[in-house]
């Protein structure tokens, strides 16, 4: 007789690599159970570091689940140590579990004696997974207490050091060359008039040079480095508990992200601080007053219209809005003026860009919107675009697909409604009847496990022919603008010219100067394929020296 294949399922993660819980003795327990029954192990699978919370964060977990969707050894179990091996959640569990069974796979848990393809087994999984979770639980409650406590005490309570600061058994010390650049940003923001991003400019230009560390790439300063060091307690001396707080997204099962808190608790730390009580309660007080979101106040209909869609021509980045306020002799507001510049000519990130030119945005605007236009009035334009709106989305082959899965959920329906009729009508004097009732429960079973596989198949493809017509639909739009482009787009506001423009051009290449007769534009690519003189184009191009494969160039004449 055969050995019945299965799969065996490792994790550990870094807070539990003691004795009964390390990979090898994981293995070797599931081994001998192995050796012991008659399992044939085809492969093995291990996330090692990786937390049970959910399956999204465990590779390994995933790629076992995709080979038995994809039937790749024909697996009839899966072997792990104990059911908090194969997961600490109890949705996740259950529906993990089901997603196997769908597929023919059932779970043993070696250490803990359960066996899914019992019915005992099951009912177990799922008691002891929800105990499994509320102990995932209590070691997170019990780690950030502790964390808390650490913070209490004074001592670092875990991550890289601070910028400023190196990490030494454990506690915090001070590193002289970057602290120096701390008490420059510190000195410059509380007792000069300049922002973060003139602060970091002027480091930049006086020959500061800024550490690469491994919580910190970036090889030069940034206005968000200097908020963040502006920020941070730690530099006076403190120790700050729950700055950030990871909570559970509103409708998401296991999904959380990380939110900073306007107010947290601060401990007297045992490091030495970098800056005075004074100078960063100072630099804090101004933080609060001019951190905050910036409000618009004039030229309120203006918006930047293709603010990052037009790139600089030297290092191939976004250029952005920018305005230039005007003001007559006694101080008050006259008028603004509107420009795109590349904002990577500082080096904030790292760009090494020296292009200085600031072009006027109505020149680059009106340029790309006569491109457009002149598009639009093109002859046989309007019959190509027409015909495209009209144009058949053929999901004919899916559609075809559905409605045989439909017929095939009805019938496995049908099916599982006889069972159950045929149980009622068993005879209980009858001398097999046990017998007779254990095989019609078996072939009910078999028919929900059936019938949940099609139901998923159905709403997988229902999903796929329901984004197919939503793209269509969406270009659809485009085109359809398109057709009256001349007549609607001079009525729209500025914030509806720019929802246009972001969704139907991917980006505008522009020239470094303006060229002799009078050209600024040197290449644009769209979002969607416009259909021109009987050829599907994604752009336009003047540049005799362009060879985009991608785009299909057309020369202004």
């Known amino acids: 007789m055969e050995n019945i294949k299965c799969y065996i399922y490792t994790r550990v993660s870094t807070a539990m690599q003691v004795e009964g819980y390390s990979l ?4 070797e327990a599931i081994y001998k159970y192995t050796n012991a029954f008659g399992y044939e192990v085809v492969r093995e699978y291990t996330d090692e570091g990786y937390s049970g919370k ?17 039937k790749k050894d024909d697996v009839k179990f899966v072997l792990v140590f104990k059911l908090s091996r194969f997961g600490r959640n109890a949705a996740d569990v259950l529906t993990t579990l089901q997603t196997m069974q769908d597929y023919g796979v ?9 066996d899914s393809s019992q019915e005992t087994g099951k009912l177990m999984i799922t008691i002891l997974s929800g105990v499994a979770e509320i102990d995932r639980e209590t070691i997170r409650i019990q780690t950030m207490a502790g964390r808390e406590e650490k913070a ?5 309570n875990g991550g890289y050091a601070p910028y400023g600061y190196d990490l030494k058994e454990g506690k915090l010390v001070i590193a002289e060359t970057e602290a120096e650049h701390v008490r420059v940003i510190f000195d410059k923001y509380a007792n000069t ?27 030069h300063f940034s206005p968000d480095f200097v908020k963040k060091v502006l920020d941070n307690p730690v530099y006076c001396g403190r120790i700050a508990y729950g700055r950030r707080k990871t909570e559970k997204i509103d409708g998401k099962r296991n999904e959380y992200h990380i939110v900073k808190q306007k107010e947290y608790p601060t401990y007297q730390g045992i490091h030495q601080p970098i800056v005075s009580t004074d100078l960063w309660e100072a630099a804090h007080a101004k933080r609060q007053q001019t951190g905050g979101m910036w409000i ?25 809005g920018n305005v230039h306020r005007k003001k007559k002799k006694d101080g008050s507001y006259y008028k603004d003026y509107f420009f795109y510049r590349c904002k990577h000519k500082i080096k904030f990130d790292g760009h090494d860009c020296d292009y200085k030119k600031q072009w006027a945005e109505y020149k680059i605007d009106f340029a790309v919107e006569e491109v457009i236009s002149e598009l639009v009035n093109t002859p046989r334009f309007k019959e190509t675009i027409s015909a495209q709106i009209e144009a058949h989305v053929d999901t004919n082959n899916l559609e075809t697909e559905l409605e045989s899965i439909k017929k095939t959920i009805k019938s496995k329906e049908t099916l599982i409604a006889k069972t159950n009729r045929d149980i009622t009508k068993l005879d209980a004097s009858d001398s097999l009847y046990e017998k007779r009732c254990q095989d019609l429960d078996i072939r009910l079973n078999a028919l ?23 793209e269509k639909i969406k270009t659809e739009n485009i085109y359809k603008f398109l057709l009256y482009f001349d007549n609607l787009y001079s009525k729209f506001t500025d914030v509806e010219k720019k929802v246009f423009l972001k969704t139907f051009i991917e980006r505008v290449d522009i020239y470094p100067e303006e060229q002799a007769d009078g050209r600024i534009l040197k290449s644009i690519k769209f979002n969607f394929p416009i259909f021109f003189d009987d050829k599907i184009i994604k752009g336009l191009s003047w540049d005799n ?3 985009d494969e991608c785009v299909a160039l057309i020369c202004r004449e």
């Open 193 to 219: 008039t300049m922002g973060p991003g003139v602060i970091a400019e002027w480091l930049e230009n006086n020959g500061y040079k800024k550490t690469v560390r491994k919580n910190g790439k970036l090889p």
């Open 296 to 320: 618009k106040t004039h030229s309120l209909d203006h918006e930047h219209l293709l603010s990052g869609i037009v790139k600089c021509p030297v290092c191939g980045g976004g250029m952005y």
């Open 448 to 470: 929900y496990d059936d019938l949940a596989l099609y139901q998923s198949k159905r709403s997988e493809i229902e999903q796929r022919i329901l984004n197919i017509r939503e």
């Open 24 to 27: 090898d003795a994981q293995r």
């Open 152 to 156: 209490r005490e004074g001592k670092w």
């Open 545 to 547: 020296e362009a060879h």
């Open 54 to 70: 959910n399956v999204e964060g465990r590779p390994q977990f995933r790629q076992m689940l995709q080979d038995i969707e994809d």
């Open 106 to 114: 059932n779970l043993i848990c070696v250490k803990d004696a359960l």
